[in-house]
């Protein structure tokens, strides 16, 4: 499968503990997009990669959320001192860097749920 | 006023029928357009992109209009496999960062 993966699918973890996930994007994408997702509502945006440089981060993010892609493949999300606020379905999404070609190619997500 | 809107219906509609669905943005700016299909506890998948002309993919429909900020999406003779949140996806000239809004239900029933 040559496809975006994430791991976990799912984590559970008690309040304010640290989880980190990780995203495997599509080999030859230099875009990779962390989004979070919430019941009846679309995917919001957190940030985004062009290889290995972090060029946009969500001014709605809070600091204890921290992403790294530190060789331009695979990307990191860790949520730190987690808050029950912080259950959600957390999407990484890739896309390749082509004049005029804007399609987002999403993970399963990691569902977390902060107990 | 939110960034993208949509109504999140759900929008019930027997088989065949034809059913039409509206996305308006704030962005004036906003430069290119898509709607993504997700099924339930899936990932969003692309369906199409919306062209200036509109555009049209066998049983859909997509149109833009500019004038008034707004893009359409038209499915005909809907089938159960229809039965999708259908998102709206708006992203401004000179980014690469995407607004999508909250989605459309639709149940398509036999």
């Known amino acids: 499968d040559t496809g975006v993966s994430q791991n976990p699918r799912h984590k559970i973890t008690k309040r304010g503990q640290n989880v980190t996930f990780r995203c495997d994007p599509i080999s030859e994408h230099n875009r990779l997009y962390w989004y979070r997702q919430t019941l009846g509502q679309g995917p919001e945006f957190l940030t985004y990669?062009?290889?290995?440089?972090?060029?946009?981060k969500s001014r709605l993010l809070s600091d204890r959320f921290s992403a790294e892609r530190p060789k331009g493949s695979f990307s990191t999300l860790e949520i730190q001192r987690t808050e029950q606020g912080d259950s959600a379905m957390y999407l990484c999404?890739?896309?390749?860097?082509?004049?005029?070609?804007?399609?987002?190619?999403f993970g399963p997500g990691t569902r977390l749920t902060v107990l | 006023r939110k960034e993208v809107e949509q109504d999140p219906g759900p929008f019930n509609v027997p088989e065949g029928a034809t059913v039409a669905f509206n996305c308006t943005y704030s962005n004036s700016a906003s430069q290119s357009f898509f709607w993504y299909r997700q099924d339930c506890r899936k990932e969003p998948k692309l369906l199409m992109s919306?062209?200036?002309s509109g555009n049209e993919d066998g049983r859909f429909t997509a149109q833009l209009n500019r004038a008034s900020q707004y893009i359409s999406l038209l499915i005909r003779d809907s089938k159960l496999s229809d039965s999708a949140t259908y998102l709206c996806?708006?992203?401004?000239?000179?980014?690469?960062?995407?607004?999508f809004g909250r989605g459309t239900s639709l149940i398509v029933h036999p």
């Open positions: 996806v708006v992203i401004p000239e000179r980014s690469y960062i995407p607004t």
């Open positions: 919306v062209y200036s």
């Open positions: 999404a890739s896309s390749p860097d082509r004049a005029g070609s804007n399609e987002q190619f």
């Open positions: 990669f062009q290889n290995e440089a972090q060029l946009e």
